[in-house]
């Protein structure tokens, strides 16, 4: 399909179905956690997701060569993707959905942040200062809220916050290391690859394996599964279709579906303070990801 310079109804569509299944994902995590131990879900979701991405790439013809350059960065960026996961999972089983989807779905912001102190040339304009600034009072009221019952743990909250950064650090390397020099679909193989044994590696000091697993355990897997190798294949279909700043754009809604499903599905409490939270860091990711006003084509077509 041609490169488009702006995001038409097809994406737009697309890209609200990507963020509501991103938000709903974090429920289907939960859920998961009654039936299995968190990292070894993490490290089972990642096993079996690795054949339809290794059937996808022969499909395609593709290859999985990296260039010798680009190994190293291969098992670095494995590894950072299981920690980001650990971590992950691990808040999902020790706070609520509504509060690790606000503090996570912050990720675009420490992007931000990291690219400014680390890359030449990838400045904070003041928009996006302004954006940063709200997004982080909005994650620190998240944490620093503590409502009563078990629903608001402090170590998930803190958990949930380590894999926000994990997640922006590995967008970064993605885009400034040789590991960029890799095709998407193989980006996405190499991590999960290398991911597996070290997920099961870490799931040995976590306790038993199997919880009560049912089949809503199996079908909460199944979900995961399927998003983690066909949606995130789609969504590198899109960054390669439209502009990136118009597929970032909607990263907004994912911690508002978060936050929506979390109350819904599992009758969490979402308190007034969380409610400011959320408010905060969707208004600070819609300024960080808007594109600057411009008629140039090459402003338009992001990356």
């Known amino acids: 399909m041609q490169r488009k310079d702006h995001i038409d109804a097809f994406g737009a569509v697309t890209l609200i179905c990507f963020a509501v299944a991103l938000g709903f994902n974090q429920v289907v995590v939960k859920v998961a956690n009654d039936g299995l131990q968190p990292v070894f879900a993490a490290a089972l979701r990642s096993l079996l997701a690795l054949p339809i991405l290794l059937a996808w790439i022969r499909l395609r013809g593709q290859s999985l060569y990296v260039e010798p350059a680009a190994r190293p960065w291969c098992a670095l960026m494995g590894v950072v993707f299981a920690v980001e996961f650990v971590c992950l999972f691990l808040a999902l089983d020790l706070t609520s959905v509504a509060r690790t989807s606000v503090i996570f779905y912050g990720m675009p912001v420490w992007l931000a942040l990291l690219a400014h102190i680390l890359v030449p040339g990838d400045r904070l304009s003041p928009r996006k200062a302004a954006g940063l600034a709200l997004a982080m009072a909005g994650v ?98 899109l960054m390669k279709i439209y502009p990136a700043s118009g597929v970032t754009s909607f990263s907004f809604l994912s911690p508002v579906v978060g936050v929506f499903f979390g109350w819904l599905l599992l009758g969490e409490t979402v308190g007034y303070a969380l409610w400011v939270a959320l408010a905060l860091v969707a208004a600070g990711l819609v300024l960080v990801n808007r594109p600057p006003r411009t008629t140039s084509m090459s402003a338009q077509t992001g990356k």
């Open 140 to 237: 620190a009221v998240a944490i620093l809220s503590r409502g009563s019952g078990g629903e608001a743990g402090l170590a998930g909250d803190l958990l949930a916050l380590a894999a926000s950064l994990l997640w922006a650090l590995i967008a970064l390397l993605t885009k400034v290391s040789p590991f960029s020099r890799v095709p998407p679909a193989q980006q996405l193989t190499w991590q999960i690859a290398v991911s597996v044994p070290v997920l099961f590696a870490f799931a040995a000091f976590f306790g038993p394996a199997i919880r009560d697993f049912d089949g809503i355990t199996a079908a909460a897997l199944g979900f995961q599964i399927l998003l983690v190798s066909a949606g995130f294949l789609l969504w590198m279909w």
